[in-house]
């Protein structure tokens, strides 16, 4: 039995196509990185840095710690670190047992009607955390305002950090993705 031996010029014609090929996809995925790079700033201190779109405007730097930044009026996220000199495992155990409930008392001491909606355990820079989310109303002579709010805490290194995201509640859909982006650039440094 004979075999067709192969003809170089169709396998040659065939290498170069799939160099061709790999090389296009190689330029659209560097091209596309350098689209998205270009609409993302970062911020840094001397213990954190994330990434942001450019549609998001930092609006103050109160210490070398904390970064304020607003999305088109609707949404702000707040980083702060200050010291922790509680007992980290009994901070967390604490939060585990009775943490709803306690986030939800501070919370109704500024506004009456507010509802912490979940918590749970997350990661922040990969170090364990907690999040939680809240809802509340921010009432004044006529104005009724509705927020919801998410905050992520993480202790590390003697240093508790606080993230807090907060949006009118009639825009938190569409700004929580955002967010989550966000969050997830957040390295410790």
């Known amino acids: 039995m004979m075999h067709n031996k192969p003809n170089y010029s169709t396998i040659e014609k065939r290498r170069s196509f799939v160099v061709f090929f790999i090389s296009m ?30 549609s998001w ?50 919370m109704r001491k500024r506004f009456p009607d507010a509802s912490v909606v979940e918590l749970r355990e997350t990661f922040l820079g990969s170090f364990p955390a907690y999040t939680y989310k809240t809802k509340y109303s921010i009432k004044n002579y006529d104005n009724d305002i509705s927020i919801a709010n998410i905050q992520i805490f993480c202790i590390k290194d003697r240093r508790i950090f606080l993230v807090t995201f907060e949006s009118f509640d009639n825009d938190y859909a569409a700004n929580h993705s955002q967010f989550l982006a966000i969050i997830g650039s957040f390295n410790f440094r």
Do not use: W
Not at 33 to 48: G, L, P
Not at 58 to 67: D, G, Y
Not at 74 to 80: A, E, F, G, K, M
């Open 57 to 106: 405007q930092k609006l103050e730097v109160r210490n070398p710690t904390m970064a304020v930044l607003i999305s088109n009026g609707t949404s702000t996220l707040d980083i702060n670190a200050t010291n922790f000199s509680g007992n980290k495992n009994e901070f967390m155990s604490d939060m585990r047992k009775n943490g709803k409930e306690q986030i939800q008392l501070q």
């Open 25 to 54: 996809i190689i330029l659209a995925c560097m091209c596309s990185a350098n689209v998205h790079a270009a609409n993302i700033q970062i911020f840094r201190t001397n213990e954190f840095e994330i990434s942001y779109p450019t």
